[in-house]
C-alpha cells in the first residue's frame, strides 16, 4: 500500500468533485497531469484525470 498525506482543503474539494468522501481518502500524487488517492481502509489506489496542483504556481509574470 502506498503512503498517503492528509489532503488540503483544495484537494477535498477536488475529491468530492469526483463523489468520493474525502474522510476515507489519502493524497499519494498531486501534480499538474495526476491525482492519485488510496482508500484508508482497503488501500485501492484511484486514479483521478486532470489534478491541479495545488502548490505554487509556475506562471511567470
Known amino acids: 500500500m502506498k503512503h498517503g498525506r ?4 483544495k484537494q477535498k474539494t477536488r475529491i468530492t468533485a469526483y463523489g468520493f468522501d474525502p474522510k476515507n ?11 492519485h488517492v488510496v482508500h484508508k481502509v ?3 489506489l484511484e486514479k483521478l484525470k ?5 502548490g505554487k504556481s509556475s506562471k511567470k509574470v
Open 6 to 9: 492528509r489532503p488540503t482543503l
Open 50 to 54: 486532470g489534478g491541479f496542483s495545488s
Open 25 to 35: 481518502y489519502l493524497v499519494v500524487k498531486d501534480s499538474s497531469e495526476d491525482f
Open 42 to 44: 482497503s488501500g485501492k
